[in-house]
């Protein structure tokens, strides 16, 4: 198949939703297929989502692409590794941009808008949704993209419910997987120290402030805690010195701070899915979290995890301490976590996003 993903501009740093598309890049490469991922520098979202200023950032944009400064500028990836099979193409969203194929992919809901835009040849448009993405933009213009004439999959079971539920669209699921040959446990569960990892991120909605506090909270009835935080962003301000932070991890250090890890805190109050909560668990560390709709396919309550609901930050100080004072029940969760998410693996859902497409195409 030539295949063809959509992604909105190369920021080239770590993000989750890129990784996951760049693994079933790697995956449709190494398979024989033809892919392209296509970085578009602007998206045809309607003029009054944007407004002036945006508008005249599309001008911008128009005129130093083609004078090169954009592509130049934005042209590699390198915090991933590719499949140099791939081809990588920085378009705008013009038809003429984009290479004929049999199956043309949106990746966000701005891309949605590009994809919808393109005539057959282009490829069957399929939409790969990964969050409720009203949290990055107005309800009013992201709901609409779930309605277009397209073939939708989804990463997590509630976010087909979400579809069923409130627009009445249907949806596939292709759950998220772990990359057993970058996460697995290289520590014992019994040695490790009362060591607690989160992500750090700058949007709310991660609850990395939430996370903060309740470790501290927890730090006053363990006085040996250590905290290891990761992340792209700056170091927060003002972090105890029981924290650690390690900006722009690779997926080595991910894997040595995970096995370091006793437990996994995951304050966020809307997931997608999850994909440093799955690879913390694959490595041994026993998840603590909030009920924020991705948790749902791999936290199981007082089996795989101990869950709160989001915001109740008291709740999660006693989960966590509960976990660190008693090492039975730690272990516990640590081993059925590492069981669940086992059965998340990248071969499987492939076949299942391959098998889909097949059916999907013209």
Known sequence: MKISFVLPNNLDH?????????????????????????????????????????????????ILYHVGILVEAKKNVTWFNLDSRIK???????????????IVIATAWTTAYTV?????????????????????????????????DMKRIVVASWLKEMLQNELGVKAEVVKNFV???????????????????MLNHNNPFKGTADGIEVLKKVHDKVPDLEVKIFGTPQEPENLPDYFSYTQNATSKQLKDLYNQSAIY????????????????????????????????????????????????????VKNVIELLQNTHKRIEISENGYK??????????????????????N
Request: proline share 4%.
């Open 116 to 148: 919808n835009k393109l005539p057959s040849r282009k490829g069957t448009k399929v939409y790969f949704i990964q969050h409720d993405e009203r949290i990055f933009g107005p309800a009013e213009f992201v709901e609409p993209t779930w309605l277009f």
């Open 179 to 197: 990359n057993i040959e970058e996460f697995d446990i290289s520590n014992s569960l019994t040695k490790r120290k009362h060591v607690v990892s």
């Open 88 to 102: 990588l193409n920085f378009a705008l969203p013009q038809e003429k941009y984009f290479p004929d194929s049999d």
């Open 14 to 62: 770590p993000i989750g939703g890129y990784k996951v598309i760049y693994e079933y890049a790697n995956m449709f490469a190494s398979n024989g297929d033809d892919v392209t991922i296509n970085f578009t520098l602007y998206d045809r979202v309607p003029n009054k989502c944007v407004g002036l200023r945006g508008v005249l950032g599309k001008i911008k944009r128009n």
């Open 265 to 316: 805190l995951f304050p966020s109050h809307i997931e997608g899915w999850g994909l440093t909560a799955t690879e913390a668990m694959m490595c041994g560390a026993a998840l603590v979290s909030s009920k924020n709709g991705g948790v749902n396919d791999f936290g199981i309550n007082q089996q795989t995890a101990l869950l709160s609901e989001v915001g109740d930050k008291e709740q999660m």
């Open 340 to 361: 669940l998410v086992r059965n998340f693996n990248r071969h499987s859902s492939f076949i299942e996003f391959e098998h889909i497409l097949k059916q999907t195409k």
